[in-house]
T-cell receptor, first 114, second 113 residues
């Protein structure tokens, strides 16, 4: 199971608050990703990063922000601008480069807005 | 951008029967097609993948087929067992965009003993 970790497992937020979800990997992967999963739905890409100090918006980036200051870490901030943030958030990592390759997922953080 | 459709959304099979899940994609430039299995409350895990230069790939009881012309690919599970019960996701990726994956909506598979 190890290699990519997320914390906390459960997170409760009051409306109007920003919260930061942690994602760390020790797989020496260059690429990291954040997905959102809603009940009964697929995974939607929020942000991804192919290399340190660089990241790109995914399909649903509005209301979220990220940073990639270290290869091992890719934290996601859910801002108050995200209108419906309650969801299951999954972080993933993979080797970089073209052609596709396996993404390894963390255990996820379940965020609930009170 | 890429759009991946997955069917059916739920699938109930008797233990020992086969299960088939189908996905279609919209971008003909996509060249990598993985399948992930997600058990309840757990992280998705890769079970099999296929690249566009291959038409079929098999790994024990699971197989994936790819039809590039029709832009669809399918997952086949034979001799299903109760531990195959999970949600399965297909995905598609273009090499030019690195490893960015677009996922289908998922299929909840229930294997009845």
């Amino acid at each position: 199971d190890g290699g990519i970790t997320q914390s906390p497992k459960y997170l409760f937020r009051k409306e109007g608050q920003n919260v930061t979800l942690s994602c760390e990997q020790n797989l020496n992967h260059d690429a990291m990703y954040w997905y959102r999963q809603d009940p009964g739905q697929g995974l939607r890409l929020i942000y991804y990063s192919q290399i340190v100090n660089d990241f790109q918006k995914g399909d649903i980036a509005e209301g979220y922000s990220v940073s990639r200051e270290k290869k091992e870490s890719f934290p996601l901030t859910v801002t108050s601008a995200q209108k419906n943030p309650t969801a299951f958030y999954l972080c993933a990592s993979s080797i970089a480069g073209t052609g596709g390759g396996e993404q390894f997922f963390g255990p996820g953080t379940r965020l609930t807005v009170l | 951008g890429e759009n991946v459709e997955q069917h059916p959304s739920t699938l109930s099979v008797q233990e020992g029967d086969s299960a088939v899940i189908k996905c279609t994609y919209s971008d003909s430039a996509s060249n990598y097609f993985p399948w992930y299995k997600q058990e309840l409350g757990k992280r998705p895990q890769l079970i099999i993948d296929i690249r566009s230069n291959v038409g079929e790939k098999k790994d024990q009881r699971i197989a994936v087929t790819l039809n590039k012309t029709a832009k669809h690919f399918s997952l086949h599970i034979t001799e299903t067992q109760p531990e195959d019960s999970a949600v399965y996701f297909c995905a598609a990726s273009k090499g030019a965009a690195g490893n960015k994956l677009t996922f289908g909506g998922g299929t909840r598979v229930l294997v009845k003993p």
